[in-house]
């Protein structure tokens, strides 16, 4: 760190000004606290970024998608005037297994070969999914077993089919960014059963699904639109470019530093992902355990592509724009249509993630675009092979995220671990998408989060 300059004391330091931070400042300066937010990058928003394609269209590079069960990220957005609309449902959608494409309609890809068995498989998944304790996973019924074990070994024990298990595959694993291989099968168990609210119990269907479900809608103005509009109301209270390299307590208060800042406060929201807040230089230090739980958080890897037509031609054939893709020389695990609401231009928009991303990431950029394409032609038709622009986001190589949409934990974690996600530490508080019971890795979770730890520090601030 350079010179220090001090800045003045306030109540609440947030530290990120992603969708969590900035819910948790709006949430404490309306109980009349005094805040100050510190942010890293030159901009608002965390894994939520709009794309400028001019004419006042935007789209969106990171989250994007709401739906039923969602409560507190539409509530904000009521509250901000940020309106809704329909993701694109219309026609028939795709499922590309070895190359060969077959249209169908509803959620689960048609497959002859595997259909049954998933249609089984989302059952037992569900079903072990509610004895699932979403506040305290750790404690479930069997808990260690399902720990001990991967979500892919704990699904192949009900699968009769390979297709079945490997179709079950990429639908979980696209819905958190990794491999289904990857992550614990408590860990993939907790994540279906946070995919609903207090009242609601959380599916594979409401998970993976499009109307009616997580991929519901999109926001007028891209998801980012509801960062810009709460840290326009934050105003001078919201800092760029500082990002945090150290946080000291005591019994007083906090102090937190970026390169050249200092901020002193009663107490502060930590509001990043979990395995950066781990690099950042604690005193004292985090405890042992919650410190090795952050450090096994590294979000997953997830690349997410667009590519822009003059207008969205496969709408024309009948064509919904989506696809689930089962071929291992596609890259896209799956796909949709992300033109805006007018329908103009067309946009059609991947993701890759998971095994598919280490292999096609290491590609030169021609090949990667290549490979995207050709796979977005598999399931629209050749015109998909000359886009008028091409966005390729890959989150892994945002400093300040490291990847997306969520943290999967691996074998052991959540059991030994897991019990000290929210624990806050001392004064400071954590706020983010993985804190929260429901809706992990969402932005409903991330809104969640925020209005969580605001609601922990007004009660120890004495606000209530």
Not at 118 to 124: D, K, P, S
Not at 299 to 306: D, F, M, Q, R, Y
Not at 341 to 363: C, E, H, K, N, T
Request: net charge negative; glycine share 12%.
């Amino acid at each position: 760190m350079g010179e220090v300059t001090v800045a003045s004391t306030t109540d609440v330091i947030v530290v990120g000004a992603g969708l969590a931070g900035l819910t948790a400042a709006r949430r404490l300066v309306d109980a009349g606290l005094a805040v100050q937010v510190v942010e890293a990058r030159d901009r608002v928003g965390g894994r939520t970024l709009n794309h400028d394609l001019g004419d006042g269209r935007i789209v969106d590079s990171g989250g994007q998608f709401v739906g039923p069960t969602q409560d507190r990220v539409l509530a904000l957005a009521q509250e901000l005037g940020v309106e809704t609309f329909s993701t694109f449902d219309q026609g028939l959608s795709t499922y590309v297994k070895n190359g060969t494409a077959r249209t169908f309609t509803g959620d689960v890809p048609p497959d002859p070969a595997a259909l049954a068995d998933v249609g089984a498989l989302i059952l037992r998944v569900n079903r072990a999914a509610r004895s699932i304790p979403v506040d305290e996973p750790w404690n479930a019924r069997g808990a260690r077993s399902l720990d001990s074990q991967s979500l892919t070994s704990w699904i192949r024990r009900g699968a009769v089919t390979d297709g079945g298990l490997d179709l079950l595959n990429v639908l979980l694993g696209s819905a958190f960014g990794g491999s289904a291989t990857d992550a614990s099968a408590l860990f993939g168990l907790w994540y279906v059963a946070g995919a609903g609210n207090e009242y609601t119990a959380g599916t594979v269907e409401r998970m993976i699904g499009v109307r009616g479900a997580a991929q519901d809608s999109r926001f007028h103005g891209g998801a980012q639109m509801l960062s810009l509009r709460l840290a326009d109301e934050l105003g001078d209270a919201v800092a760029l470019g500082e990002p945090v390299r150290r946080v000291e307590q005591d019994g007083r208060g906090v102090r937190v530093f970026s390169d050249n800042r200092e901020w002193s406060a009663s107490r502060a929201v930590v509001a990043v992902p979990p395995a950066l807040a781990s690099r950042i230089a604690w005193d004292p230090l985090l405890p042992a355990q919650q410190d090795a739980l952050f450090s096994r958080m590294a979000l997953g890897t997830l690349c997410k592509i667009e590519a822009v037509y003059p207008e969205p031609f496969w709408r024309k054939d009948g064509l919904s724009g989506q696809g689930v893709f089962r071929d291992p020389t596609s890259p896209v695990c799956s796909m949709f249509d992300n033109s805006p609401p007018d329908g103009g231009p067309g946009i059609l928009m991947g993701f890759v993630g998971g095994a598919q991303w280490r292999r096609w990431v290491s590609l030169p950029a021609g090949q990667r675009r290549g490979a995207v394409l050709r796979a977005f032609a598999t399931v629209v038709g050749k015109q998909a092979l000359t886009p008028v622009e091409w966005i390729e986001q890959d989150w892994t190589k945002e400093e300040w995220t490291r990847g997306g949409p969520t943290s999967v934990l691996a074998p052991g974690v959540v059991t030994e671990l897991g019990m000290w996600r929210d624990v806050p530490f001392q004064r400071v508080h954590w706020a983010g998408a993985e804190h929260s019971p429901y809706w992990n890795g969402y932005l409903d979770g991330a809104v969640r989060s925020g209005e969580s730890s605001a609601a922990e520090i007004i009660a120890a601030e004495g606000k209530m």
